[in-house]
């Protein structure tokens, strides 16, 4: 087996740490690559991803060839175990991060399993996105020898059985590992005007670790024959939350490209209101309920205010200014530039947004969560925004950086937001004005069925007056706005498989497509495949009758997950190689309702 180098692995070769604060990506050569402390949106520590080992990593790995790798997380957690295999024996590296208790740890061992393996470990220690060179020290804490980084807020602690030693800015050490040996390390991140955390030992930490997710895990209603896919894709859910608001971030990373080597790299470390509806059905189902309130809380947070104000993302807390900038002295992963910090899609116009936060909020209702005081109010207040806006162009789901257009899953999700409210209205004894919004429901559909619809092509078209075709579309039957045996319907879906699918792979639409010599999203042309429009079509397959092809795609689709049932935002099928963020909160839940749309499990949006 080949040695890595100092460069970023493929995507896919990573596996995910979580506390619910934060997160870190650990490589399948031992290496933790990506590590952002105390929170998820706050700089790296370790920032190898987006350049080289000089921008911060961890890595501790057999120092020869390795002949072979093997990973797994012990059962329901999220315990990483990698084994290592040499020519002269085997040993395990356990990591995992504690649930966050005042202490903000992250946690390594080493076992010998068999003969004796010599390791050796690189610490680059980075504050600042990998442009901060801290001041390190090795001190004793608290009777024990340690090594401590400090620059400005930001401190970490570092202490382990062998402690590296200095040399040009990083720090190295080599040692041997006998069957039955081990050896724990640790990383502590602090406040540098206090002092370091008191030592911990590290068989405590890691059985209440085992314990938090296991638990957790068990809650889970779902027992089908996907088990192991919906468990993992829940696990990773709730490691994308952040526990203090009850906010789920799209990704833990930024800029990882849609495009290998391509300019499409964006800061996904924020909370968007697209996947609200999605995210609450699919912890309410799965039996999660406490995180589906806390959920449903941070949703009305951050919404209130000026229902001219709503944006489409926002901050872990609800933060609404989330500037977009670029750290320049980051070459991007595998050398794909410019690395993005921050993201200035928080301006645009979404009117989908409108239909996802009534939608989950209906959701909500449904499950018997209790409206709060303000909750109706608010959304009365968003929909009386809605009905002044409804009929502006936008930058549709996909954020698209160029022209805005009138996109027609816009407005099916406008028709959603009205539908959400007059339900509310007639099942639930709300107060409004139902007769007004049946008007506008009905104006609304009935306008998607005459421009959004091209009649000599059979199917809805990405935006009014266009020909191009969007993957968004698959949703139609799923949101109740026409039937799946609806022609209309039938014939989008088939026009979609033929353009836009690839294997078991759908494009989100053609990003060749020109619009008054511009491309439809202002970027240039080419990305990977959307993983979660491949769930879509599966979910759209079943809701047509199509549920042979349904399930045969899903299975396809779960074979592309890496080797630790993880998903990114995309996947490239000419390189065969995961792209985008990841791992990917939206791929994960398109999982979990493609699976509620073959077993009928209640496990999705």
Known sequence: MRQYGAMALPIEQYALLGDTHSAALVGANGSIDWLCLPRFDSPAVFAALLGDEEHGCWRLAPAGEVISVSRRYRGPTMILETEFATASGRVRVTDFMPPRDRRIDLRRRVEGLDGEVEMAMLLVIRFGYGEVLPWVRRVEVDGEPAITATAGPDAVCFRGDVL?????HQHRCSFAVRAGDTLDFSLTWYDSHQRPPRPQPLEPALARTESFWSRWAGRCRYSGRYADAVIRSTLTLKALTYHPTGGIVAAPTTSLPE?????????????????????????????????????????????????????????????RRIGEWVAEWLPGYQGAAPVRIGNAAHRQYQADVYGEVLGALHHARLAGIAEDGFSWPLQKALLGQLEQTWDQPDNGIWEVRGPQRHFTH?????????DCAIRAVEDFGLPGPAERWRALRKK?????????????????????????????????????????????????????????????????????????????????????????????????????????????????????????????????????????????????????????????AGLGG
């Open 164 to 168: 590296p030693q200095r040399a040009d």
């Open 259 to 319: 495009q290998l080597g391509g300019a499409r790299n964006w800061d996904y470390r924020y909370c968007w209101l697209r996947d609200a509806a999605l995210t609450l059905r699919a912890l309410l189902a799965t039996g999660h309920r406490e995180e589906a309130r806390r959920w449903r809380d941070w949703l009305l947070r951050a919404v209130a205010g000026d229902p001219a104000d709503l944006q489409i993302l926002y901050g872990v807390a609800g933060e």
């Open 410 to 418: 816009s407005r099916v999700m406008v028709w959603v937001a009205l």
């Open 444 to 600: 609304v559909h009935d306008e998607v069925c005459e421009a959004g619809f091209d009649s000599d092509r059979g199917a809805f078209t990405q935006y009014y007056g266009g020909r191009s075709l969007d993957a968004s579309l698959l949703q139609m039957p799923h949101l109740g706005f026409l039937p799946g045996d609806d022609p209309r319907v039938v014939g989008t879906v088939e026009a979609i498989e033929r353009e836009l699918r690839e294997g078991p792979l759908v494009y989100r639409y053609s990003t060749g497509a020109e619009h008054d010599g511009q491309t439809v999203d202002g970027l240039p042309p080419g990305e990977g495949a959307f993983l979660a429009c491949g769930f879509w079509l599966v979910r759209a397959y079943a809701l047509i009758g199509r549920r042979d092809d349904a399930r045969s795609l899903f299975e396809e689709l779960l074979e592309l997950a890496n080797d630790v049932g993880l998903y990114a935002e995309e996947h490239d099928p000419a390189a065969d190689r995961m792209t985008g963020n990841f791992p990917q909160a939206f791929s994960h839940l398109a999982l979990l309702s493609a699976a509620d749309s073959l077993e009928g």
